[in-house]
């Protein structure tokens, strides 16, 4: 059981969905305990089996996603990740955090997440297992069933769209501080100084799921961006509170009415302002934000 949150963390970022990595691991976990006690005596290393295992269950489950997917009402967005209450907590997360479960770095940021869900099942897996995990190329052969040389071609390949997807990093700090004053410019329905922070490509994508309001399609540009989200505050019933959350690990924002999580929204900026926003609105990809 030791294994257990390297399995997690494995299997959400090969997964994007806590929940579905979640019951990835505990499918790992049956197919262990389904073994007589002298046929798991008879494995040298459990831990290598258990991750063997568990990559072989998400490329199973990736193959069935993508078709899933096909069929999600609207834009489909990884399950965003709880941090600290404010970003100047630090991004490590506290003990009782839900999302303590995985580490948060770059390889789970929403933007890398994202551009993982462009890629092949074969293509992520080999490439989160050797780049990230760092495992050889024969491990990664056996748990994707093709050849050292031909996983080596996959997770160069995947490496390219990392590469041709990536954005000059913004120290995070100052990412926290564009952040914190496009939620108070937000709640104050102050559409130019929205603008102002706002790439002028920008783009926001939002995931419904179908079980809340949400748009279908991308939005473009400062200015639709700064109407679409002003008129939100305008349509909310109650009163829409915005605050100041880590969300996988980088500076985010959480819409709020009367204490329940309703939206979340994770960035990507580009220099001095934001060119990608993500808003999970989907309810059940809520849940850890209920109690976090």
Excluded at 248 to 270: C, I, M, S, W
Aim: aromatic share 8%.
């Amino acid at each position: 059981m030791s294994e257990r949150r390297q399995l997690i963390n494995l299997s959400y970022r090969l997964l994007g969905s806590l929940a579905e990595a979640e019951d990835a691991v505990q499918e790992t976990y049956a197919r262990w305990y389904a073994m007589s006690r002298p046929q798991q005596d008879a494995i040298k290393s459990p831990g290598a089996w258990l991750t063997k295992v568990a990559g072989r269950v998400c490329l199973d489950v990736l193959g069935s996603a993508r078709a899933r997917r096909e069929r999600y009402v609207g834009e489909w967005i990884p399950e965003p990740l709880p941090g600290p209450a404010r970003w100047a907590a630090g991004p490590a997360g506290s003990a009782t955090d839900p999302a303590e479960r995985v580490t948060l770095d770059e390889s789970v940021s929403m933007a890398f997440l994202v551009v993982l869900e462009a890629m092949t099942p074969a293509e992520r897996v080999a490439f989160i297992l050797h780049d990230v995990f760092r495992y050889s190329f024969a491990e990664v052969a056996e748990i994707v069933g093709r050849t050292p040389a031909a996983c080596r071609q996959l997770a160069s390949s995947a490496r390219r769209r990392i590469r041709d997807s990536r954005t000059p990093a913004t120290p995070a700090a100052h990412q926290a501080g564009i952040v914190r004053d496009f939620g108070q410019a937000w709640q104050a329905k102050d559409i130019r100084a929205l603008i102002r922070l706002l790439d002028p490509d920008a783009t926001v994508i939002a995931d419904g799921g179908g079980r809340t309001r949400a748009s279908l399609h991308p939005i473009e540009g400062s200015e639709r961006i700064a109407h679409y989200l002003t008129d939100l505050f305008a349509r909310a019933p109650g009163t829409l509170t915005v605050v100041e959350r880590a969300v996988n690990g980088r500076p985010g924002l959480v819409a709020q009415q009367e204490g329940r999580t309703v939206a979340v929204y994770a960035f990507d900026l580009a220099g001095d302002r934001i060119s990608r926003i993500w808003a999970v609105l989907n309810p059940e990809k809520l849940r850890l934000w209920t109690t976090a």
